[in-house]
């Protein structure tokens, strides 16, 4: 289920962009998910990128998990 925003690690993000820029992705969609706690999901995002030179070639990226409110809390902002 789509949800609105998601706290990830910087150092975790530029892993997933700079994979990106190596493959020469023109686009990426990224996909915020909900986790399930019940389930001890967490929740997280996940990047499709996409090449204008290969419109019908959709590669998908790892998906990072998002980091728990007792790690990183933005509530003050």
Known sequence: MPMDS???R???LKRV????A?????????VL???DAGDA????A??????ISQPF????YDELEGVPETEADFSLL
Do not use: H, N
């Not at 996940?46 to 090449?51: A, D, N, P, S």
């Open 6 to 8: 998601i706290v990830l």
């Open 10 to 12: 910087v150092s975790e």
């Open 17 to 20: 962009a700079a994979a990106l």
């Open 22 to 30: 190596k493959d020469r992705m023109d686009y990426v969609q990224l």
């Open 33 to 35: 998910l909900e986790g």
């Open 41 to 44: 999901i967490p929740p997280c």
């Open 46 to 51: 996940t990047f499709t990128g996409l090449r």
């Open 57 to 60: 070639e959709l590669i998908e």
